[in-house]
């Protein structure tokens, strides 16, 4: 089949995000200006640059994420393993401003290093970010959406010990979750290497 958008896909449910899949989830936590931390999943995530290290994520709709980095320019970006796909889900409650989704989905924090937002403790991996630009993106027209894309640079990094093999983050023992579309999760459990063409 092929659909023009505007013309609508006349599917019981809208395919995109099932198309784009597998998505990483970044579980971002964050500080408002007067103390209160947020810890919220978000599926439009991903890795944009290794050198220096940025990751974004983008928030459709002004949510206490967004108004807490507009606010202190900073946040943290926790690893989502198996193990954590319950807390995740339990953190994309919609609670009111000043309520902790930590306290919420009984999540124990700890400090990060570089900066104020906490992070999730146990997690396997965390990355602190300080922000560097935050977009209103804008459609064909040049209209605005609601939707605002938030890259930070990350400038500290925190490993779990038990997920350390041979000095490599072992993605078998982190076994990383990602979102699909619809109401879809998926567990990365099969992994292989594939050298590039040129590669020793």
Same mark, same amino acid.
Request: aromatic share 10%; glycine share 6%.
């Given at each position: 089949?092929? =659909?023009?958008?505007?013309? &609508?896909? @006349?599917?019981?449910?809208?395919?995109?995000? %099932?198309?784009?899949? !597998?998505? #990483?989830?970044?579980?971002?936590?964050?500080?408002?200006?007067?103390?209160?931390?947020?810890?919220?999943? =978000?599926?439009?995530?991903?890795?944009?640059? &290794?050198? !220096?290290?940025?990751?974004?994520?983008?928030?459709?709709?002004?949510?206490?994420?967004?108004?807490?980095?507009?606010?202190?320019?900073?946040?943290?970006?926790? $690893?989502?393993?198996?193990?954590?796909?319950?807390?995740?889900?339990?953190?994309?409650?919609?609670? !009111?401003? &000043?309520?902790?989704?930590?306290? $919420?989905?009984?999540?124990?924090? +700890?400090?990060?290093?570089?900066?104020?937002?906490?992070?999730?403790?146990?997690?396997?991996?965390?990355?602190?970010?300080?922000?560097?630009?935050?977009?209103?993106?804008?459609?064909?027209?040049?209209?605005?959406?609601? %939707?605002?894309?938030? $890259?930070?640079?990350?400038? @500290?990094?925190?490993?779990?010990?038990?997920?350390?093999?041979?000095?490599?983050?072992?993605?078998?023992?982190?076994? !990383? +979750?990602?979102?699909? &579309? =619809?109401?879809? =999760? %998926?567990?990365?459990?099969?992994? $292989?290497?594939?050298?590039? #063409?040129?590669? +020793?």
């Amino acid at each position: 089949m092929f =659909y023009r958008l505007e013309d &609508g896909h @006349g599917l019981p449910h809208d395919p995109f995000k %099932a198309i784009v899949a !597998p998505r #990483p989830i970044g579980w971002i936590s964050s500080i408002a200006r007067d103390g209160s931390v947020n810890l919220a999943p =978000y599926s439009f995530f991903n890795a944009v640059s &290794g050198k !220096p290290p940025i990751v974004m994520f983008s928030s459709e709709l002004r949510k206490n994420t967004l108004e807490n980095v507009e606010e202190t320019r900073e946040f943290a970006c926790n $690893f989502v393993g198996e193990p954590f796909l319950k807390e995740m889900s339990d953190t994309s409650a919609a609670l !009111p401003h &000043g309520e902790s989704e930590f306290d $919420f989905a009984k999540i124990e924090q +700890a400090e990060c290093n570089e900066i104020a937002p906490p992070r999730v403790k146990a997690a396997y991996a965390c990355l602190e970010c300080k922000v560097i630009k935050i977009i209103n993106l804008k459609d064909l027209r040049d209209e605005p959406t609601n %939707a605002w894309t938030v $890259f930070g640079q990350v400038v @500290g990094a925190h490993i779990a010990d038990e997920v350390m093999t041979e000095g490599r983050f072992d993605l078998e023992k982190a076994k !990383p +979750a990602a979102r699909l &579309g =619809y109401r879809d =999760y %998926a567990v990365v459990r099969d992994i $292989f290497e594939l050298k590039r #063409p040129g590669q +020793a």
